[in-house]
């Protein structure tokens, strides 16, 4: 994830086609042919986390990248040019109204091809479905905050798991009943990974063990975790999507998925709370 | 749409069988049998503008007329006597709480026959429903905005369309999230006709084609509206309904359709703006 | 409906296999192995008046008693250790708070096996289903509200229906339309059940005939009740279920029904009032 500065993602790179430097008027417009139910999880996942995201429209294909404004989670979605029904873009990178654009796309049958297309000109996204057209004021990508390179970060993790999605909404519910904090934790010895929350009168504890979990990495990991977060990630994940927890000792959890058959890739980080307060 | 003053809707004509003027305590007691499903997108037509409205029990069905309280939007809806399973009325015009009755009518099963029965003498209209009686006390219809005579006010039309309410209901939602005014034109030359919204940042458009149309009578037409009043009439629509758009050079929207599988009719107009605020 | 002043609701006898009074740390521990689906009417019926409650785990089955704090409607329900897949216990009583156990059921599936354990040292419940064990911190029974002893209130009741809980949900629906309290009664001559509200403008009545009526046995009766009360209990009673309703003279109304396919019963209560304000 790297912290964008300028307005294309391959900047230091010059269009093979066109021997220029993409920018935002470059020489190939932008033009998408998408399923709105394609486009959808790769928005939801940024859209849980921030109003507003930097889109880049690759030459392979989409990615949305966002910060929280706390800077406690940061998450990466990308939806390859594969996934489209047509696809053209040369880097462009743009700042839009992440929920916006899933309120227009909701607006769309799901099987429903949705054309997105940038007017240089207007500096608006085009969005075009079945007799309605939307023209979508955009922002400077300057102005949104972007994600930090998470292999900067340095995380170590120890131990991961996979597990099916409902299992995750199923102990960040749970969490929520007696906190707003969570820990998780992997035990290697017993190979089980352990979610606990501690309330004032209540305790909630879940466990899975390496046999109830679709994939189990174990190793001595433990992070706590302020729960809001893990909420609003865990909601945007499709139903029936697997997905795979990375866990260091106090470090950031990773949560990264498949959305759209395989034709894409959601990481989303939340760093650890020192303490639970 | 007459303005009515009196309580009875023909109260220049004698009643051919009793041989007197019909009034509330007339010869003829008001007595109406009829599915709840048939009764009730009458009453959310009405009750989609006002919450008082007048109903008139005439001779051939039963009609409910509407004014909104801004005077923008009016309503005008009849059901036929046919579509009642038993019907005997002679032209006694109430006052009711619309959607009160909606909410009493909401109790009973869409398949249930329920008896409208008017009380001369307590005012009240029973209504009665599978063991249960529910007296509504009404108001003098004299005390309800009544809608204006739609043909006094002379709009001139020039094009009209035919088309499914969803489509009325897409292009609502659209415009609502960029502004609360909504364009609506017909180009004679393209035979298209377009809606069309401006915000501060995005704009919306949504055409119709002459073949998309179930029916279209092209002409020079555009007015501005009001975007609150339209998604209060297309949310009264029963799902599956064609709806007939009417439009004139700023000249109000008229809104007409079938209810009731062809035993009623809807007709609702809305004034145009003068400019966008 | 004993009120229990002592941990145990069999206190005044030795348990038979230990010899001892059994009580809170007893030779004997709670453990009990239910569905959730099994378990929830009976919380239901409880929560509909209550938040924190008496929890009984009786040698034959589990018992949960509440009175409302107005001290207007007390509710007694019981469920048959037979009911659950396993079952232990020597009369046991607990203060829960039964919306959290409601909220915590609900996140097992309706067929799921939950185990509940009392752990007498730390005086919590530990709710265990499918990984996940939540630890629920009790209340001293001392410190909830009983109900009082039904017998020794000396109800006379005259008449009593049995009718579908949706006939219940008819009447009490429209009542609150009209009114915030309704009159129950019965007329012994046309072996009629009258609900009756009168509201400013508006009255609304219900008639069941003893034809209609699952069974009837008629008598003078006829009591006002508050609605509020009535609209809970009714909506704690699960779908389908035929309620038996108990009438007298200005007497409190009773409303009995089995739960979890007669392996348990509720019987709740609610105080006439003396007029309407």
Known sequence: MPEAS???????????????TPDFDG?????????????????????ALVDECRLTFGRDGI????????????VDAELD???????????????????????ILSMAAGDDPVTLAL???SFRLHVVADGLE???????????????DVDDLGFEHTASLTVPVDMVGRFVTAAGM????????????????????DGDTDDVQFTVTAEEAVAFSPGDAGS?????????????????????????????LGVAYDISGGDGRVEAFVAPRLKAV
Not at 6 to 20: K, M, Y
Not at 63 to 74: H, L
Not at 178 to 193: G, M, N, R
């Open 81 to 103: 040019a594969a996934a489209a029904a047509s696809y053209e873009a040369d880097g462009t990178v743009v700042g839009v109204d992440v929920t916006r654009l899933e309120d």
């Open 178 to 197: 007696v906190a707003d904090h969570l820990a998780l934790s992997v035990d290697p010895d017993a190979e089980t990974f352990v979610a606990a929350a």
């Open 27 to 47: 020489e190939v417009p932008v033009s998408v042919r998408v399923r709105a139910d394609t486009l959808k999880p790769l928005l939801s996942a940024v859209g």
């Open 224 to 252: 706590l975790l302020s729960l809001s977060y893990l909420i609003d990630i865990e909601r945007a994940i499709p139903a029936g999507t697997d997905v795979r927890l990375t866990l260091g000792r106090k470090a950031p």
């Open 119 to 121: 007017d240089p000109e």
């Open 63 to 74: 990615r949305a990248a966002a910060m929280d404004p706390a800077t406690v989670a940061a």
């Open 6 to 20: 300028a307005v294309t993602d391959e900047g230091d790179e010059t269009d093979a086609e066109s021997g220029q």
């Open 134 to 148: 939307y023209a979508m004021g955009l922002f400077d990508p300057d102005s949104v905050r972007g994600p930090p």
